[in-house]
């Protein structure tokens, strides 16, 4: 027989978890999409013996025009939008990163954060001859595939590839690199460290008054103790640049922050 006040807690129940669920996804549809990618990636690394950074590498030295950095650029995006998605900051907020470096005109760069070195040929591509451009990788296979990325792209001479961590190399770029200070700093590594690399470069002198700190990915995954930060600390002037998630049609944005100094 059916117990009908039975029947109702359950279908109610089986609502609110039905409910539950749907609420969690469409807050976290974002992060979701990324873990089910990457999970499928890191199968597919094991399956083929070879990691999806080795196979971007493969698609653009087959497909792309050695020495020709747009085309590498377009084969990157053609890759990671039809068939693995990856954490480059892409074309929709690359034609954004592009507006603001051919803006602010710099003449010392630094980037947190190479990957595969597509932000490096972006960047790179637009800098007249004689700019210093130093991006930092703390992944050693990560870098490696960033150097031949660079150097089919025709851009290793204005390309220097720092291997370790910001923590470490930021301290060394006055005297080791002869560095003074820099004009522009693409903010693009672990989310956690944009708050604690953007004050390190301040204590080690190396912003001036009107360097640009642009960071990607501040509402995904989300860097909230860095925008509360530079918004808020009365050192810089902000802009936001809304925009969408590198091969998604999610919400992100990068920040400007231009040092007051
Ligand atoms: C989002 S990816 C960079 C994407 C790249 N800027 C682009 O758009 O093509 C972040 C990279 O930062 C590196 N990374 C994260 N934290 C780091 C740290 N503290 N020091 C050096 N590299 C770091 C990661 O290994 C990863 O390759």
Sequence with gaps: M????????????TLCIAAL?????NRRRAHIKMALSLSYQAIKNILLCQTKEQRILDFVLKNAVRGDPQSVIDNIDKYCSQREWSMNVGNEKGIILD????ES???????????????????CRLLKPGVRFFTV??????AAVAKQIIEFAGLIDK???LEGSTGDIIPQLKKKYEVDTL????????????????QLLEKCNLLR?????????????????????????GKYDCTNFPSFLEYMDEKDALEKAVFRG
Aim: charged share 20%.
């Design 183 to 198: 004009d522009f700093v693409f903010v693009d590594h672990w989310k956690d460290k944009y708050k604690p690399d953007t």
């Design 99 to 102: 507006n603001v470096v051919k």
């Design 21 to 25: 669920f749907f609420t969690i996804y």
């Design 105 to 123: 005109n710099p003449s010392t760069i630094l980037e947190l954060g190479t990957y595969c070195g597509y932000s490096a040929v972006r960047i």
């Design 2 to 13: 059916v117990d009908v006040p039975t029947v109702v807690l359950s279908s109610a129940g």
């Design 137 to 142: 990788e703390f992944n050693p296979a990560y």
């Design 209 to 233: 008054k009107g360097s640009v700190v642009l960071a990607d990915n501040v509402i995904v995954p989300g860097a909230p103790d860095f925008l509360e930060y530079v918004r808020n600390c």
């Design 159 to 161: 390309v220097q590839v």
